[in-house]
């Protein structure tokens, strides 16, 4: 496991800012993901309207394509000003609750906690927005490993095994769902942990 370390929290926001201003266009959540995902809640939830939370969300795909396959609540958050649109996406730093968060919503979900600094208090922070019977689910792909360098815009690494053990520190572990993608004539998984309070 890799974690950068940064001289200030200034600093930390100076370099995620540059970075989504570069891939500010850039759509990393797969629509695969998005259906197994939607898949795993209505199987748990049936057809009962939820309320998410989706973390670093940039221009909020993910708020739009939850809101649309589960006629969900969906509220995002992204740390640049200029791609907040609220009410659905606001302007936020992930490592941190509102108070009206805490133990709010049905399901988390993240595809970016190699942009967190402090990952396993993120995990916990993102956890405690859960109600009871909600559910967080983590995204780990090949990019988010030590194949892949480790600095101020990517600020986390860890193979598969030292995530899952990371997020088990955190909560409990109920499943990890594997997503089958092709790229570039090579197969490989994009998994999400679906993790839930101790």
Not at 80 to 98: G, N, Q, R, S, T
Not at 167 to 193: H, Q, W
């Amino acid at each position: 496991m890799e974690l950068y370390r940064y001289n200030s929290k200034k600093e930390y926001v100076n370099h995620q800012l540059r970075a989504t201003h570069k891939k500010r266009d850039l759509v990393f959540v797969r629509e695969e993901t998005m259906v197994i995902i939607t898949q795993f809640l209505q199987t748990v939830f049936g057809s009962r309207r939820l309320s998410g939370l989706c973390h670093g969300v940039r221009k909020g795909w993910e708020v739009e394509r939850f809101s649309k396959l589960l006629g969900a609540d969906i509220i995002g958050t992204e740390l640049a000003p200029e791609l907040a649109k609220p009410p659905h996406v606001i302007c936020w730093d992930f490592h941190k609750a509102k108070p009206e968060w805490l133990e709010a919503f049905d399901f988390i979900y993240c595809n970016s906690l190699d942009h967190s600094y402090k990952p396993e208090a993120c995990v916990k922070t993102w956890l405690s927005c859960l109600k009871p019977e909600g559910f967080c689910f983590v995204e780990w792909t090949k990019n988010h490993t030590k194949l892949h360098k480790c600095g101020p815009r990517d600020c986390f690494r860890a193979s598969f095994e030292e995530c899952r053990d990371l997020l088990m520190r955190c909560g409990t572990l109920k499943a990890t769902l594997s997503v089958p993608i092709r790229e570039d004539s090579v197969l490989f998984p994009i998994y999400i942990y679906v993790l839930q309070k101790k």
